[in-house]
């Protein structure tokens, strides 16, 4: 069983597809989401966002937004989002947009 998620940013679709699962930075802390998940809407957070598609595990730095989860789709509204390689480079991404440098990177 699989879920749709799509994440939007102001420039346009980043991603959208069937995922298995997925955790997501919001406000007050990480949550997951997997098929059938209750409704909800939540403020988005900076954080990695990380989900699993087709065994394959995906990640994305994002910050700031937010996100509405139904029992079949999740949409995730985000001012800011770049998908990484991995997990270390979403933290050093991560890191980069916490504390840019002089500059604007």
Do not use: C, W
């Amino acid at each position: 069983m699989s879920l749709n998620l799509k994440i939007m940013t102001p420039q346009g679709i980043a991603f959208e597809g069937e995922v298995e699962s997925l955790s997501a930075p919001g406000i007050d802390g990480y949550f997951g989401v997997l098929p059938s998940h209750a409704p909800m809407v939540t403020a988005i957070g900076m954080g990695i966002l990380k989900f699993e598609k087709q065994g394959d595990i995906q990640y994305y730095v994002i910050s700031g937004g937010v996100a509405e989860v139904t029992a079949r789709e999740t949409t995730i509204l985000a001012d800011v989002t770049k998908k990484v390689a991995g997990p270390d480079a979403a933290e050093i991404e991560l890191e980069e947009l916490a504390f840019p440098t002089p500059n604007g990177r």
